[in-house]
Structure formats: C-alpha cells, structure tokens
C-alpha cells in the first residue's frame, strides 16, 4: 500500500518545525523536557515520541497537531509550514 510522504521524503511536515520552535524557546527545551512538560498536561508520550517527529520518521495526527501548537501557543499553519498568520499580516 502506498503511503504519502512529504515532499523531502520524511513521514510528516512538521518535525522541522517543531524542532525550531522548540528549540526557539527561552531557554531551549530540550525533548526530553518538552515530554515532560506534556506528560504533566495529560498525554502519553515520551521523549522517542518528540524524536521520531523532528526525525520525520512518526506520522502526526491532527490531535497531536493541535497539542503541540497550542503549547507552544503556535498556529497550524506555523507548525505545519513553518509560516504565521502574524509573519504574514505584517508583509
């Protein structure tokens, strides 16, 4: 069975991104923190979880989408294109 891949061949469209806006932080998080930080919130998951995303080597489901993007109090669209509705009102 085929399965979709990204256009640089990895299994999802934001582990790049996740890994900047991680690593964006004041001070960094490291993956194993932001699990952590997570698992405190409720959800299962360790720190191979965050990995095997910035890897490109998970597939994301939209729940996890919208759980990432609203700890880092991000949009979608910047953790899925690496783009902001804020970055784009200002051009």
């Known amino acids: ?3 979709l ?3 640089d061949g990895t299994n999802n469209c934001c582990g ?3 890994r900047r806006i991680r690593k964006s932080q004041k001070p960094p998080l490291s993956q194993r923190k932001l699990a952590q930080k997570l698992q405190l919130m409720g ?3 360790d720190n191979h979880f ?3 995303i910035e890897n490109g080597q998970r597939f994301v489901t939209d729940i996890e989408i919208r759980i990432l993007a609203e700890f880092f109090h991000v949009s979608y669209e ?6 902001s509705e804020k970055s ?3 051009e």
């Open 1 to 3: 069975m085929y399965k």
């Open 5 to 7: 891949k990204a256009e």
């Open 16 to 18: 790049k991104n996740l």
């Open 43 to 45: 959800y299962d998951l």
């Open 50 to 52: 965050i990995r095997r």
């Open 78 to 83: 910047e953790l899925l294109d690496g783009t």
């Open 88 to 90: 784009e009102e200002q």
